[in-house]
């Protein structure tokens, strides 16, 4: 699992290509379209680079969602987002800024909604996501083998590799 420094680096890497920006403008705290000038546009082409970057699919709508504050969805009235809207921004963007969120809630103009769409949200987006692959992964695999009766099996090969690793070290030990 790559740690949230390496997330970072690949998601910089990730933006600096798509938006044609220098290295160092690309910080946890700047914000995709007000900082970078990422556009509607750009936002599809994050997308696609991340997931071949991190080898992962990212459904529409589920890092940036764009259908939210639609006419017929009820979460803006008048150019403001409803507390319905922030509930919902709440449990759609776990991995936004909680600083963000509480901003937004104290001047809940449908334009500041762009605010919450930072390079930091981007990677701990892709961090949450890998780690629940990755918990999935192993959950799936030892459910698999139980279901298949291999427990013992998959428990007899790891204490053969452990012991196989214990006796080359025992004897590279002796060697020397």
């Given at each position: 699992?790559?740690?949230h420094?390496?997330i970072f ?9 798509a ?17 970078l ?8 082409d994050?997308?696609f680079?991340l ?16 259908s ?17 809207g ?6 759609r ?8 969120l509480?901003k ?6 449908v334009?500041?909604?762009e605010?919450?769409f930072?390079v ?20 799936n695999s ?8 291999q ?5 007899n ?6 012991s ?13």
């Amino acid at each position: 699992m790559p740690t949230h420094d390496e997330i970072f680096a690949k998601v910089k890497e990730t933006l600096v290509d798509a938006l044609g920006l220098d290295d160092d403008e690309i910080t946890p705290t700047a914000r995709l379209k007000a900082d970078l000038g990422a556009e509607s546009i750009d936002f599809l082409d994050i997308v696609f680079r991340l997931e071949k970057k991190f080898n992962t699919k990212i459904p529409r709508n589920e890092l940036f969602p764009e259908s939210l504050f639609s006419s017929e969805a009820g979460f803006a009235e008048n150019g403001k987002v409803t507390e319905n809207g922030l509930v919902e921004l709440r449990s759609r963007l776990p991995h936004a800024d909680k600083a963000a969120l509480e901003k937004l809630a104290e001047d809940p103009r449908v334009e500041n909604v762009e605010d919450l769409f930072t390079v930091n949200m981007v990677v701990n987006f892709l961090h949450r996501k890998l780690e629940a692959w990755r918990q999935d992964l192993n959950l799936n695999s030892v459910a698999e083998l139980l279901a298949a009766g291999q427990a013992l099996e998959y428990w007899n090969a790891l204490v053969l590799d452990w012991s196989i690793c214990w006796v080359q070290k025992w004897i590279a030990c002796e060697v020397d």
